[in-house]
């Protein structure tokens, strides 16, 4: 079976090389279709994609967004730097900001609030009725005795003091919501910032943030991010000439992974798919394994010439017969661990998961095949393209790992790698699901954005915002006194938790009313006792039931209870959901009852929930994925146990760094960690064949490690490294994400390769897995003499002293 296998990949390898002209023409011209295609792809932030559609939580989100605000709100603040807001040419500009903002692209006319709008009243008795009046509209006061009476009415107003001015009355608040099915963030984010900036000055301050904001943000990074991927490949270009000191070493991964990536973006354009920002580090990730690959090809193809293969098509069918197995394991590895993200419920998630995954399958076509078939033109050259020799180095480094995986510190090693695999695997039960960080983990904390963020929570209730509806049996029930009180209840439990900064809710303003219907004595400051009295004062307050509308729906079926947040970490939002859950689950209401939750917070605590519930599950699942692969590829289930170990050290690893750092697991970064399962195994996979190949030869299995090391080790030594050195300069994004995901990929790449040259020979020294040294080789493992060990050391010496 294993001959037949062998003789098919020869007879592809031998037609591949053959026909080499065929194969690149048809490649080059599929390459520049889907370059026609990949041109056009459009980067952008579609909203719908980053929620889960079928969640409870969005679903009540879609139904109350027009009537209660929806997840995409903007808060803008106004603060002056001497004195208070009560100044003609400071109410000016809050007037202004407010009409301007109508006219933003979008945006929902009827959620436009602050002291300047129609929708901020004051509540007041007359001789005849209950009177509700604009605070501040249309006009802004000018004399002394005017502003005097604003003043007044917004410190009476409960529903005003705090909310939309600050209690120390030097900032005032403007909110706005959006239609989402009509929001761009493109469009918003430019016309908010440059509204907004240009009521900057004489002694003004404006902050602004919310999530049409923060992903204009992110696209306004693009340009940053894109400088940013290009300096890292020309980084990564000066890195590959200096290691491999030819141009074929330097060239030909760089193309291999250019393709793969035009390859990728064409098919993500016919598919009809975007590309969002915050997943070009998962582009570079995919990219440096098709350079990975390619570099592997190269090595060996310069290994067979050394060895006196005596023509370059010869030495480029050697190579990639002996390592196309490896090669397509690694792909068929990544690919499939890629694709279990599909299972996460979320548009995005599932898009990056096949777009991954089709970007890791084209590796297998422009590296393993497309490398060989190039390299096979490459004329012999005794010559380097420069003088520069790391050569030396690189050979001291391999023959220190020849020394400790064939010597007695192999153990030291494995007792370490369990240490650290336990030790890194308790520590990463610490990491979050859901931002950890006050503010947005895609910036940084001294980013302009969460600079603005931390003052509006400094200054008002919190910037964003969870409601929960109550809904009624029937129209009418909002009504019910036993409801209003149900309200009330809810309000002073949740108000208990200390990142909640405030709440507000029909319940907040009938007590109002019926305190001024009661010539203002504060004995009445309640709900009506019935609900034919609640009734009256709710016709009192909002006869035609218009300017309510954030407070209830006109049936009176539906009213909100909305919550302000200071932050939306992960802790925060689940500690909230379950106090909320408990209030509801202890407190059975009558006429009705509680829905789960709209806002901001509602929708990411919505997509915690899915990520919190799908973690487990997609990295289960990718490693099953994997033990699969490995068993198939080697028809033995020990080796995809034997696999697992250089994955499991690196993901835990990886996952405390995330816990320690404060890098939680988001929309953003789960699909990184699934792709870091099959990146964890990558480099073992080629170490492993070269010593089962070196084993056909002879029977030595120091010697076959010793001699993996110096070939397909040499070729992970120059990837890990030129690639770990590439991916710091991500560092220097401006967006904390990107810098983050690109020391986690340094991190992936360094643990990979450190496995692959110390642990996975160190494994197969130790323990002669039957599947790597056969089955004759195995059994003689406990009939290993000291003599014969004192001679296997001699011959380690010598190797480590091999000039």
């Not at 405030?502 to 309640?526: C, F, M």
Request: hydrophobic share 50%; charged share 15%.
């Amino acid at each position: 079976m294993k001959d037949k296998v062998f003789s098919k990949l020869a007879f592809f390898v031998d037609a591949c090389i053959q026909r080499r002209v065929s194969v690149t023409v048809a490649f080059t011209i599929a390459t520049l279709i889907m370059a026609f295609f990949a041109v056009q792809i459009k980067v952008k932030t579609v909203f719908d994609d980053l929620l889960p559609q079928n969640h409870p939580y969005v679903q009540v989100n879609k139904q109350f967004r027009q009537d209660f605000g929806g997840s995409n709100m903007v808060s803008i603040k106004l603060e002056i730097d001497k004195g208070d807001i009560f100044q003609t040419p400071v109410l000016e500009k809050i007037k202004k900001l407010t009409n301007d903002l109508a006219l933003v692209d979008g945006v929902n006319p009827f959620q436009i609030l602050s002291l300047a709008s129609s929708k901020l009243k004051e509540i007041k008795a007359t001789t005849d009725s209950i009177e509700t009046k604009p605070v501040m509209f249309p006009n802004v006061p000018h004399t002394a005795a005017e502003m005097e009476v604003l003043k007044s009415k917004v410190l009476n107003s409960p529903l005003i003091y705090g909310s939309y001015v600050s209690p120390d009355l030097k900032a005032a608040l403007i909110t706005v919501d959006f239609y989402e099915n009509a929001i761009d963030y493109n469009k918003i984010f430019p016309q908010i910032m440059t509204l907004a900036d240009s009521f900057v000055g004489d002694g003004v301050r404006v902050s602004v943030v919310g999530e049409p904001i923060l992903f204009g943000w992110v696209n306004h990074y693009v340009p940053e991010t894109i400088r940013i991927f290009l300096t890292t490949l020309a980084c990564l270009l000066a890195l590959l000439f200096l290691t491999a000191r030819t141009w074929r070493g330097t060239l030909l991964p760089l193309l291999a992974g250019l393709t793969s990536s035009v390859w990728a973006l064409g098919a993500a354009q016919l598919i009809g798919f975007n590309l969002d920002p915050l997943v070009i580090v998962i582009a570079f990730l995919i990219t440096a394994r098709s350079i990975s690959h390619s570099v592997q090809l190269v090595t060996r193809f310069g290994d067979e010439l050394a060895a006196g293969v005596p023509s370059t098509k010869a030495a480029a069918s050697s190579a990639m017969l002996q390592l196309f197995k490896p090669g397509m394991l690694g792909v068929i590895a990544d690919a499939g661990c890629m694709i279990v993200v599909v299972l996460t419920p979320i548009p995005l998630m599932q898009k990056i998961a096949l777009i991954g995954t089709i970007w890791v399958l084209t590796i297998s076509i422009c590296a393993c095949v497309m490398t060989p078939v190039l390299l096979s033109w490459v004329n012999i050259s005794n010559g380097y393209a420069h003088p520069i020799n790391i050569s030396k180095l690189l050979e001291r480094v391999l023959s220190f790992c020849i020394y400790v995986t064939t010597s007695g510190w192999r153990y030291v090693v494995l007792v370490g790698a369990a240490v650290i695999f336990i030790g890194s695997g308790l520590y990463a039960f610490n990491l979050q699901v859901g931002d950890a960080d006050a503010g947005s983990p895609i910036l940084w904390q001294d980013s302009r954005y969460n600079r603005d963020a931390a003052d509006i929570n400094r200054q008002f209730q919190g910037a964003d915002r969870m409601y929960v509806v109550f809904s009624g049996e029937k129209p009418g029930d909002v009504k019910e006194p036993a409801v209003l009180a149900s309200m009330s209840s809810m309000q002073r439990f949740m108000g208990a938790q200390p990142q909640i900064g405030g709440s507000l809710s029909v319940a907040d303003v009938l007590p109002i009313v019926n305190q001024v219907l009661r010539e203002d004595n504060p004995r009445y400051r309640r709900s009506g006792k019935t609900a034919t009295e609640n009734a009256e004062l709710f016709y009192m307050w909002a006869p035609d039931s218009g300017d309510a509308a954030r407070f209830m729906t006109p049936q009176l079926q539906f009213a909100p209870v909305t919550f302000f947040f200071k932050d939306h970490r992960g802790d925060t939002i689940r500690t909230a959901i379950s106090r909320l859950k408990n209030f509801i689950a202890d407190n059975p209401v009558e006429h009705g009852k509680y829905v789960l939750a709209g806002g901001l917070v509602g929708i990411t605590a919505a997509v915690n929930e899915v990520i919190f519930s799908g973690q487990i599950e997609s990295i289960a699942f990718a490693l099953l994925v994997l033990v699969i692969c490995c068993t198939v590829a080697y028809r033995s289930t020990r080796a995809g146990i034997f696999f697992l170990v250089p994955v499991l050290i690196s993901n835990t690893i990886t996952f405390s760094v995330m816990a320690w750092h404060g890098i939680g697991m988001t929309l953003s970064t789960l699909p990184v960690a699934a792709l870091g399962i099959g990146l964890g195994v990558d480099y073992a996979f080629y170490v492993v064949d070269a010593i089962r190949e070196e084993l056909h030869h002879h029977d030595d299995l120091k010697a076959a490690i010793a001699r993996a090391l110096r070939t397909a080790g040499k070729g992970v030594l120059i990837t890990s490294l030129t690639l770990t050195t590439s991916v710091v300069l991500w560092f220097a994004s401006s967006l904390r994400f990107q810098a983050e995901m690109g020391i986690l990929m340094a991190i992936w790449l360094f643990i990979s390769a450190f496995s692959a040259l110390f642990i996975v020979p160190a494994m197969v020294y130790v323990f002669r897995p039957e599947f790597v040294v056969g089955k004759r080789k195995a059994d003689a493992k406990a009939n290993a003499s000291d003599s014969r060990s004192a001679l296997e050391s001699q011959v380690v010496t010598a190797i480590v002293n091999t000039p």
